[in-house]
């Protein structure tokens, strides 16, 4: 008994010195107290002693887990890469944590443009990490990849259809050493405009905001297409709102898109006030805002005043552009009305019909009378459905 308890007086003063197999690992911290605490509550008789020492091994059977377990899940993890990928991955890899030693840059850009699947773009954010680590740790290198770096990650992301991976560009903090920026939002909302994707755009756009990015006059460019080729008049106005309030200067481009669909939706109040936001940027019009105010007078039946803003923009065009005023004629005669009735309410529709059926061959005859020479067909106008329900 006095034994022990000496043994117990030195044990106090000296901190014991445990070897942990790297390939294990312990689980809860909550297990290990549990076990310390029966440990300490064992009987001091030899005989309990050895109970004790079983008891600890059975703990050690059960919490601690082997190491064969970290590298099967590692191999899940990795799935199946390009074997080019693969093994440009295990050379930087091998140089930054074997040799010390910072690779050749143009492994890292062989490996991005080699990058085919999501498998691919996996080990690519793998690498970064870790070159990463190492600039930081060995070269003393705090700053992040350049954003040139960035983009091309962004943009190999979109190719390979690795959209979440790519959103991780755009994060201002993040353990990859990437430095986020508007230009590699762009690669994003370009996929987005592609596929007609909204939510995406959405997501792009919180991203910007939440990591400090300014919008840009591209920026909008993009927004505004997306949001008209997905019938998001709400979302176009949301967005026209922040662009305006950071001071962005929009496109000629931009408003276009602003302002045809405005005339589409059939929304003369909202074409009014962008065209007079659009003119106190660009005094003159642009093909697509002129024919878009033409078409606001005709919601209006106003033809003669449709017809004025037409003429001016039909002669400033030469000869050799003569065929995209045929096309924008087209577009009024044969695919706008269908647009703008279907965005009517019910009891709209068949008022609107009869105001277009009669407003656009006046607007026409005005034209012909001026002596502008315009080809419009205007049999297909009296055909056409929208105009005939």
């Known amino acids: 008994m006095q034994f022990l308890q000496n043994s117990r007086r030195i044990a106090r003063f000296l901190k014991p010195i445990i070897t942990i197999d790297p390939g294990l690992r312990f689980v809860s911290s909550v297990s290990q107290k549990s076990a310390s605490f029966q440990w300490r509550n064992q009987s001091s008789t030899s005989s309990s002693a050895l109970q004790g020492m079983d008891r ?8 601690l887990i082997p190491k064969s377990n970290f590298s099967s899940e590692a191999e899940k993890l990795m799935g199946n890469p390009t ?6 991955h295990d050379k930087i890899l091998d140089s930054v944590n074997v040799k010390r030693t910072m690779p050749p840059n143009a492994w890292l850009w062989s490996l991005i443009e080699n990058c085919q699947k999501q498998d691919d773009i996996s080990l690519l954010f ?3 990490q870790n070159l990463r680590r190492f600039r930081l ?27 979440v991976s790519g959103k991780k560009a755009l994060w201002k903090h993040n353990v990859h050493g990437l430095t986020p920026s508007v230009a590699s939002a762009h690669h994003l909302l370009s996929h987005a405009l592609e596929h007609k994707d909204s939510e995406l755009m959405d997501e792009v756009m919180k991203l910007l905001k939440t990591n400090d990015l300014p919008l840009q006059s591209g920026t909008a460019d993009l927004v505004f297409r997306i949001c008209h080729d997905t019938d998001k008049w709400d979302l176009l106005g949301k967005y026209s709102k922040k662009f305006s309030k950071a001071g962005v200067k929009l496109r000629k481009t931009s408003f276009d898109t602003w302002m045809e669909f405005a005339a589409k939706r059939g929304d003369t109040e909202s074409l009014w006030k962008t065209d007079q936001l659009r003119s ?5 019009h642009s093909l697509s805002s002129a024919f878009s105010c ?12 449709a017809a004025a803003v037409v003429q001016v923009i039909c002669q400033t065009y030469t000869d050799e552009k003569k065929s995209a005023l045929s096309i924008e004629f087209k577009k009024l005669v044969n695919e706008w009305p269908v647009d703008v009735i279907r965005h009517q309410n019910e009891e709209d529709k068949k008022a609107l019909a009869t105001s277009l059926k009669s407003s656009i061959p006046s607007m026409v005859n005005a034209l012909l009378s001026s002596g502008l020479n315009v080809s419009v067909d205007l049999d297909a106008l009296y ?6 329900s």
């Not at 106190?280 to 003159?284: A, F, H, V």
């Open 280 to 284: 106190e940027t660009y005094s003159k």
């Open 56 to 63: 600890c091994s059975y703990y050690h059977n059960r919490l």
């Open 383 to 388: 055909k056409n459905e929208a105009l005939l």
């Open 137 to 163: 740790s060995n070269l003393r290198i705090h700053d992040n990849f350049n954003s040139n770096l960035c983009q091309q990650v962004a943009k190999t992301c979109v190719r390979v259809g690795a959209i």
């Open 294 to 305: 033409a078409k606001g007078f005709l919601l209006e039946s106003k033809p003669e005043e």
């Open 83 to 88: 074997v080019t990928v693969k093994e440009l």
């Open 126 to 128: 793998d690498v970064l």
